[in-house]
């Protein structure tokens, strides 16, 4: 017995030194210093909204995107959002959260995502096993498209149904944003000043849509690509215009060679920053 006890205990030590050695992720705050995950939640209870920003592939967002909601939702009412479902999807999202279609009929009536089912499809069934609200927010990807090609001015060709699947136009726009100005430098000339007024639709759109659907007493979580919250631009500069006096917290996702240390140009990007390893496997 005591053989098998003095074995449990190496192996406990054994386990603890590698996870620590190997670590899939580390949490730091906007200053880079380490935190542990009870004092993100702790601190995260106190917004009204929080942006999840995430890498769409990366399995540990996913995986703490899940974890964060189930720890939120023993204290708080949650409403959920997100980007990867359209306004203009509501309507099947809401009649699958109220067990009128299945998966299979969601998933033919609704433009979902490649990785909808392995990523998303588990935070939208833990919002239909606890009847929370889960609002898609973003803006139909054919009219960001549109943008793309021609600008803001071809919406307002669009009817009066349409024009209620986006931000209100017409939108107030700041191409001299950080974030804006690095899309052009990546575009490369390609799309020239309309690649920033693309993905400024998609911000506004995911803002006003989150703004309409904030009820009192409710933490709004959403999920979003990191860049549309990175640095407090994209979505929150919209937040921001709409209601200035809301408590608005924001996580990121990084990746870097050694996990242990935040490299410095990460630091301010969010509230939280989940640094994972950049060999970490992809979901897709």
């Known amino acids: 017995m005591i053989r098998i006890i003095s074995l449990l205990i190496i192996l406990f030590f054994v386990i603890t030194a590698f996870a620590q050695k ?7 705050n906007t200053k880079g210093n380490k935190v542990s995950y009870e004092k993100m939640i702790r601190k995260l209870k106190q917004s009204d909204v929080i942006l999840f920003g995430e890498f769409h592939d990366n399995p540990i967002s996913h995986w ?23 306004t203009d999807n509501q309507v099947f999202l809401d009649q ?26 588990p935070l939208v069934d833990f919002a239909k096993e606890h009847d929370i609200r889960f609002i898609g927010t973003n803006v139909p990807r054919r009219f960001a498209s549109m943008v793309y090609r021609n600008g803001f001015g071809v919406l307002d060709s669009l009817t009066d149904r349409e024009k209620g699947w986006m931000a209100t136009l017409p939108i107030a726009y700041d191409p001299q944003l950080p974030g804006y100005q690095k899309m052009l430098e990546m575009g490369g000339g390609h799309g020239g000043e309309n690649l920033p007024k693309a993905q400024a639709i998609k911000d506004a759109t995911m803002a006003e849509f989150i703004h309409k659907n904030i009820e009192d007493g409710k933490l709004f979580v959403h999920f979003n690509g990191s860049y549309h919250s990175d640095n407090y631009e994209g ?15 924001t996580i990121t ?32």
């Open 235 to 249: 979505i929150l500069w919209y937040l921001k215009r709409l209601d200035p006096d809301r408590e608005y917290r």
């Open 253 to 284: 996702t990084v990746m870097q060679e050694d996990v242990k240390r935040l490299e410095e140009e990460y630091e301010g990007r969010a509230d939280f920053i989940i640094c994972v390893p950049e060999n970490m496997t992809r979901t897709y």
């Open 64 to 86: 703490l995107q899940l974890e964060l909601i189930t720890s939120l939702s023993e204290e708080h009412e949650l409403t959920l959002g997100a980007e990867m479902i359209e």
């Open 22 to 28: 190997n670590p899939a992720y580390i949490l730091f």
């Open 96 to 121: 699958y959260l109220a067990g009128e279609i299945n998966e299979k009929e969601l998933d033919s009536l609704a433009r979902l995502w490649r990785n909808y089912h392995t990523d998303y499809a």
